[in-house]
């Protein structure tokens, strides 16, 4: 389920299948419970070494430690979903359910399935995991997708954005010297600098499209949650994008540029136009 007020992220399942062959298996969240109960009776040698090799990482508040086997456990569990349900890419509730149901959250356990080469969207958005896909195969596998969404605008860069989620990003994406954390579960730190592509794919009333464009990374406030800050050519040609559809905030990212990539792809899609920023 998505959560609530998240009337963004609604996607047409049936529209999905009959036009891109994408099929979408829902996975019951007491089925998720009872096997993430499971994973921590059962394997708590595995769990352990995970809460070592996070510890390692991070420095952390006094709520996280006790809780890294608990956080550790998603890793398993999202393995055994891939595995079970037989799926290239999962898309999840995340900041609501999980703490609910189990008592933790995935975020830190996202980062850790990235660089194992798993595809985990965050907050339910399929439009926005099926982007981290897209760019994932443009890259080959060489490169992994973040889930970085449009936030708020540079202090004082007209042309830089905050791209910004709660804390799933790959760690191994970190900015080397960057302060790195781990607060209420989440990390803390800033993506390495460079080039990045951004794209989303989006619909309004079965109008699909692709839109991508590019960033580069440039200096600013530090901040809470895994984060860049994007300098774009123009961005409010990119905010009237967002704003005026079909797009929404969330974005997905991957290093280097991928744009002609995704461009080509999209000729060979029935049903699917290529879109950029002042086109």
Known sequence: MRPKPFCSVIFNEGELMEKFGLSVIPVNMAV?????QQILREQDAELEEGAKLLASRYEMDDITPPLLKKVYAFVPLYQWVFETYHVQAVSAECWTAMQLGVGAMPCTAYSVLADMGYIIGCESDLHGTITMALLSCAALGRKIPFFGEFTVRHPQNKNAELLWHCGPFAYSLKKDGC???????????QVRDGQYTVARFDQDGGDYRLLSGTCKTTEGPYTFGT??????NDLPAWERKLVEGPYIHHMAEIEGDWTEVLREFC???????ADAVNK
Not at 32 to 36: A, F, M, N
Not at 179 to 189: E, G, L, S
Not at 227 to 232: A, D, H, R, S, T
Request: glycine share 6%; charged share 20%; proline share 3%.
């Open 32 to 36: 998720i419970i009872d096997k993430y």
């Open 267 to 273: 000729k060979f899609v029935s049903g699917l136009t």
């Open 227 to 232: 984060y860049l800050w994007g300098e774009f």
């Open 179 to 189: 302060p790195c954390k781990n607060v209420n579960m989440r990390q803390w730190f």
